[in-house]
C-alpha cells in the first residue's frame, strides 16, 4: 500500500449515451491523451491516440450490451486495471480507466461525478442531456479539459474524494468573516469566498450552504487556474442551477489568494475596481497575509500537534468540510506525495469497507447503517512493509459528525493510537 | 484615458512640441525612450517589478514600491485583446505578465484580466511613469455564448489588442472583419496589431507582402512576438525575468506610447487633428 503514487495512468473517456460517439478522451498523463505538439493551440477534435479505438468500441459495447439486458455494468478489474461506467441522464457515459495502484471502485465512481459535475459546470446539463450538434457539444466541452485534468492528475486536494471542501484554518477568521460578509452586501451577492490554492479559508453562510458538487468544484476550480488578477466565468451550478448560468468572479488579493463571487448579472467585473477592494481589504492586509502559507498547512501555526503525526484528514460529515494536511513534521520520510496517497488509500479503505456509508451518499443504506448494533468507531492499520514495528500506522476514528484518520510514523507505539486519535480529535473539533 | 483615483489621480504633462494626428500613431520611440530599461536607470526602476530575478505577481491589493525619493505616477489602462480562437491570446497575455505559458492548449472559459506593470520614460519631459496595463482576455466560445462577454469587455476599453498568429493564415484573414466590428464603433481608442509566433517562419502562412499591403490600408502599429519559450534561471525550471520582459518590452514601450499619446489627444494638449480615420 505504501508503495503507490506516480506509477500508473488513469484514462478517462466521454461518450454520447445514445449513439456511442466519442466526446473526448483525457489521460493523467499530461491531460490530453494526444499531446498535439503540432500546433498546439489548434486543438480540433479530440483525438483518442491514448487508446486504440477499439478498446474504446469494446468497452463502451459491453456497458451498453449489458444496458439492453437491464444488466447494469458498474465496474470491472483486470490484473492491472480497474475500470468503471457511469451513465448520466441517459445522454453521456463516463468511462475510466486506472492503471495506478491501489486504486479502487469508489475513488473511481467518485472521480466520475466529479468529472460530469465538472462538465456540468461548465457546459450546462442541457446541452448535455439534449444533444442536438454533437461536433457544437465537443467544441463547448474543451472548456472543461483543464478542470477535467486536474481531476485526473495528483493535487494536493482531497475533496474530490471525500466530496467534502477542502478548507484551511486562519489565524483570525472572525475578522475575515466579517469583512467578506460586508463586502459580498456591498458587492450585491450572498455567496462569497475567500480561497487560498484551493482551499477555503471563510466563506459566507450561503456559500456554505451550495451542494454537492459544486461546493467542491468551485474552490478547485480556482485552484487548478494560472493566475489571473481577475476572472468572471460563466458557471452552472450543478446541484442549484444546472441549466440557467451563474458568474463566478474571482479577484486575486494577494497572489495564491483569492476572493470568490457567485452572483448573477451584476455586479460587472469593472464594478469591482482596485478602489473599492481597497477600501474593503486594505485594513485587512495583515490577516489576508497570514493565510498564504496555510495551503498546505492548512492548520494555523503553533497549532499544537503530536510529532509522531506526519499527516492528518479531518472530515465533519454534516457540513462537508475537510481538513487535509501532510505538512507535520515535512523533514522526515515519506514524501508528500507518498503521504498524500497512503491517506486517500486509507480514506478509502474505511469508508468503502469499515465505517458507515456517509450521510447523503445512499440514503437508504444509511438508514440500515443506524439500525446496525455494531458501527465500527475506530480502526488502525499497520502500511509498507511486513516487519513488525517499521510500517507507518493509519488510524481512523469516526466520533458523531467528525472522522479523523491519521498517518503517524513507524515510531509511534501502536497501544497508544487510539489515545493519541481520540486527543488529537479532541483539540481539532473547535477548528472544524 | 486615465482612470481616476488609482492610486493617483494623474493628467499627461502638456507636449510643448507638434505630434501627428489622432488617427495615425505616434511614430516609434518618439513619445516613450525605446531602450531606456536597458540602461542603468531603467533597471533600476525594473527591479520594482523583479523579485530574485523573477516577475513579481501583484494581488490587486498590491503594487510595485519605489523608493519615496523616486517615487512615481501610475498611469492605468484596460486592454482588450481580440482575435481568432486558439491564436494564443491567454499564452500572449501570459508572456507579458512574466508567466509560465502553458504547453496544452486550454480553452478559456469566460473573461479573465492580468495586471502587468512596466515602468517607462517619456521622451518630452525624462518623466518616469509605471503604466499599469490591465489586459482583458476572453474565450471566443464564451464570447459567442454569452451576450455580457463582449459588452464587458469593451466597456471603458482604453486599446484593442488584435492578435493573429503568423502560421494560420484565418486568423489574419479575419483582422479586417473585427477591426471593423470592435473598433469601428469605439473611434479615439488605441488598436494595435500583434502578430505572434513569427520565430516560426518555416511555417508561416503570413508573407510580409500582406504585412506590408495591411500596414498600408490600416495604418495601424504592426508588432511581432516570437513564440520560443522564455529563458530559464539556473535552476532550470524558473522564468528568467529580466530576459523575459527584454523579450516583451517592444510591445509594453510601444502599448504605453500608443496610450499616452491617445491620452494627450483626447485631453486636448495636442493639436487637434484636422480629421479622423481616413476611410
Known amino acids: 500500500m505504501g508503495e503507490e503514487g506516480t506509477e500508473g495512468t488513469v484514462h478517462l473517456l466521454c461518450l454520447a449515451a445514445s449513439s456511442g460517439v466519442p466526446l473526448f478522451c483525457r489521460s493523467s498523463r499530461g491531460g490530453a491523451p494526444a499531446r498535439q505538439q503540432v500546433g498546439p493551440w489548434r486543438s480540433g477534435s479530440p483525438k483518442l491516440e491514448g487508446l486504440p479505438f477499439s478498446v474504446i468500441g469494446s468497452l463502451n459495447g459491453v456497458h451498453m450490451f449489458g444496458q439492453n439486458l437491464e444488466v447494469q455494468l458498474s465496474s470491472a478489474r483486470t490484473e492491472d486495471t480497474t475500470v468503471v461506467w457511469k451513465s448520466f441522464h441517459d445522454s453521456i457515459t463516463l468511462i475510466v480507466l486506472s492503471s495506478e495502484a491501489g486504486t479502487s471502485e469508489l475513488r473511481l465512481e467518485r472521480l466520475l461525478q466529479m468529472v460530469f459535475g465538472a462538465m456540468v459546470l461548465l457546459v450546462g446539463l442541457e446541452e448535455l442531456t439534449n444533444i442536438s450538434n454533437i461536433e457544437r457539444l465537443k467544441k463547448e466541452l474543451r472548456a472543461s479539459y483543464g478542470l477535467i485534468d486536474s481531476l485526473l492528475g495528483d493535487s494536493e486536494l482531497i475533496g474530490d474524494l471525500t466530496q467534502c471542501v477542502d478548507c484551511v484554518v486562519p489565524p483570525e477568521g472572525s475578522l475575515l468573516q466579517e469583512a467578506l460578509s460586508g463586502f459580498a452586501e456591498a458587492a450585491g451577492t450572498n455567496f462569497a469566498s475567500l480561497v487560498v490554492s484551493g482551499r477555503v479559508v471563510v466563506a459566507t453562510e450561503s456559500w456554505w450552504r451550495l451542494g454537492t458538487p459544486e461546493a467542491v468544484l468551485l474552490p478547485w476550480l480556482v485552484g487548478s487556474l494560472p493566475p489571473q488578477a481577475a476572472r468572471d466565468y460563466p458557471v452552472y451550478l450543478p446541484h442549484g442551477s444546472p441549466t440557467v448560468p451563474h458568474r ?6 494577494l497572489p495564491g489568494l483569492e476572493l470568490c463571487l457567485v452572483c448573477g448579472p451584476r455586479p460587472p467585473l469593472s464594478q469591482l475596481d482596485p ?10 492586509l495583515d490577516p489576508l497575509r497570514a493565510c498564504l502559507p496555510l495551503g498546505p498547512r492548512a492548520l494555523p501555526a503553533g497549532f499544537p500537534l503530536h510529532t509522531d503525526i506526519l499527516g492528518l484528514l479531518l472530515l465533519h460529515l454534516e457540513l462537508k468540510r475537510c481538513l487535509f494536511t501532510v505538512e507535520p513534521s515535512g523533514d522526515k520520510d515519506p514524501s508528500p506525495e507518498q503521504r498524500r496517497c497512503v491517506l486517500r488509500s486509507f480514506y478509502t479503505l474505511v469508508t468503502a469497507v469499515h465505517f458507515p456509508p456517509e450521510p447523503g451518499q445512499q440514503e437508504d443504506k444509511a438508514e440500515d447503517a443506524a439500525q446496525q448494533p455494531q458501527v465500527p468507531k475506530a480502526c488502525y492499520l499497520v502500511s509498507g512493509t511486513e516487519e513488525p514495528g517499521t510500517g507507518w500506522r493509519l488510524v481512523a476514528l469516526q466520533s458523531g459528525p467528525r472522522r479523523l484518520l491519521l498517518l503517524l510514523s513507524a515510531q509511534s507505539p501502536v497501544h497508544g493510537l487510539r489515545g493519541l486519535a ?3 480529535l479532541h483539540a481539532l473539533t473547535p477548528l472544524l | 484615458m486615465v482612470r481616476a483615483g488609482w492610486p493617483r489621480d494623474i493628467l499627461p504633462s502638456p507636449c510643448p512640441i507638434g505630434c501627428p494626428a489622432m488617427a495615425r500613431p505616434p511614430a516609434p520611440g518618439s513619445v516613450i525612450a525605446p531602450d531606456w530599461h536597458e540602461s542603468a536607470e531603467g533597471k533600476e526602476y525594473l527591479a520594482c517589478i523583479l523579485r530574485k530575478n523573477r516577475r513579481r505577481v501583484f494581488g490587486l491589493l498590491e503594487r510595485p514600491v519605489l523608493p519615496p525619493a523616486v517615487a512615481i505616477d ?16 491567454t499564452a500572449l497575455v501570459a508572456k507579458l505578465a512574466g508567466l509560465e505559458v502553458p504547453v496544452v492548449h486550454h480553452e478559456t472559459i469566460g473573461i479573465q484580466t492580468t495586471v502587468v506593470f512596466w515602468p517607462a520614460k517619456l521622451q518630452v519631459s525624462d518623466r518616469v511613469v509605471m503604466f499599469r496595463f490591465e489586459f482583458w482576455d476572453c474565450g471566443e466560445s464564451a464570447l459567442k455564448k454569452f451576450d455580457h462577454m463582449l459588452p464587458a469587455c469593451k466597456e471603458k476599453t482604453d486599446a484593442f489588442l488584435f492578435l493573429f498568429s503568423f502560421t494560420d493564415r484565418a486568423s489574419f484573414e479575419d483582422l479586417p472583419g473585427q477591426l471593423t466590428r470592435l473598433a469601428g464603433e469605439a473611434p479615439g481608442v488605441v488598436r494595435m496589431v500583434i502578430g505572434s509566433k513569427f520565430d516560426q517562419y518555416m511555417h508561416t502562412d503570413v508573407p510580409e507582402r500582406d504585412i506590408t499591403a495591411f500596414r498600408q490600408a490600416w495604418e495601424l502599429p504592426l508588432l511581432r512576438v516570437k513564440s520560443v519559450p522564455g529563458r530559464r534561471l539556473a535552476d532550470g525550471r524558473t522564468l528568467d525575468g529580466r530576459a523575459g520582459l527584454a523579450d516583451v518590452a517592444h510591445v509594453l514601450n510601444s502599448l504605453a506610447e500608443q496610450l499616452w499619446h491617445q491620452d494627450q489627444v483626447a485631453a486636448g494638449l495636442l493639436p487637434n487633428p484636422p480629421e479622423d480615420t481616413p476611410s
Request: glycine share 8%.
Open chain 1, 248 to 253: 463566478l468572479l474571482t479577484l486575486t488579493l
Open chain 1, 275 to 284: 478602489q473599492l477592494l481597497e477600501r474593503w481589504w486594505q485594513p485587512m
Open chain 1, 422 to 424: 481520540t486527543r488529537t
Open chain 2, 74 to 89: 501610475t498611469a492605468s489602462y484596460k486592454i482588450f485583446v481580440s482575435g481568432k480562437s486558439g491564436v494564443g491570446k
